[in-house]
């Protein structure tokens, strides 16, 4: 492949390192890709208030401006604190979702995502839901109230379950009510609006650039990924990637350990 016109990357597991820092190397890489005017999206499955503190990593928002965010769900301009525009699951969709989740794997947990004008959204969660991670940041809320309001996203937890088992249950239930994926393996399930991924996220922000998706180069590591390196010009999996990425990647790199998403990025940059 020629010197890509964009560049996308997941942030966890793919360009921040297992200490969550972005390495020395790849902030070098980063910045001389900017400085040739190519452009650098993040493309995550985190809200928007989690994005500022990895642009201030990077050098800020004149290096990477855009968030595709929600696993494609919310684009968000970082520079602005302004949500471009967001697909949320209605209340009547969450309500089904619910049900069906609930009723495939009983005794999970529910959570959702909302989001704001900018970088402040909302994770509201419901009593005795059992966080994925140590430092989750969210309210508490009854089921009712979790479904009341547009989100989007709604997790599924199951702690005694690893995710991949989990989407093999809800998918059939589901059919194309939702998208079902994950970025945890640990027993953390994420639904969005039907047919949103971050390829379809990814897809709006370069129609707006005038970039084709053949002059794009994308990086992940796990299933939130595969629709974005499957539609990317050149998709890279990390080392440390999930199986079904190894299988699609046009390209396999070190891991993220290992400064990969630098090793291939230094080709051009």
């Known amino acids: 492949m020629q010197a890509p016109r964009l560049v996308a990357t997941d942030v966890d597991g793919t360009l921040l390192d297992p200490h969550e ?7 070098a890489v980063i910045g001389r890709l900017a400085a040739a005017g190519v452009g650098f999206v993040l493309a995550t499955g985190r809200p928007p208030r989690w994005i500022p503190p990895i642009v201030a990593q990077l050098g800020g928002p004149d290096v990477a401006r855009l968030a595709v965010c929600a696993n494609g769900g919310v684009l968000y301009d970082v520079a602005a604190d302004r949500v471009l525009w ?3 699951l ?6 089904e979702l619910a049900a069906a989740a609930t ?7 529910l959570a959702v995502e909302r989001v704001g004008a900018g970088a402040d959204g909302a994770f509201l969660a419901e009593p ?6 140590p430092d989750a940041d969210n309210g508490i809320a009854t089921r009712s109230e979790l479904l009341a309001q547009p989100a989007v996203k709604l997790l599924v937890r199951c702690p ?27 027993g953390l399930v994420e639904l969005a609006s039907p047919r949103v991924t971050k390829a379809t996220g990814l897809a709006e922000v370069v129609e707006g650039l005038g970039v084709a998706a053949a002059d794009v180069v994308a990086f992940g590591d796990m299933p939130n990924d595969l629709e974005m390196l499957r539609w990317a010009g050149h998709g890279v999996a990390m080392g440390n990637a999930h199986p079904t990425l190894l299988e699609v990647a046009d390209e396999v790199t070190a891991s993220n350990a290992d400064d990969g998403l630098a090793l291939v990025l230094e080709r051009w940059f």
């Open 128 to 133: 005795g839901y059992l966080h994925a991670w």
């Open 86 to 88: 967001a697909r949320t």
């Open 160 to 186: 005694e379950l690893t995710s991949d088992a989990m989407v093999a249950a809800l998918t059939p239930a589901l059919g194309d009510t939702a998208d079902v994926t994950f970025s945890h393996s640990r």
């Open 21 to 27: 820092q972005v390495t020395p190397r790849a902030f």
């Open 90 to 95: 209605d209340p009547a969709t969450l309500a």
């Open 103 to 109: 009723e495939t794997l009983p005794g999970c947990g």
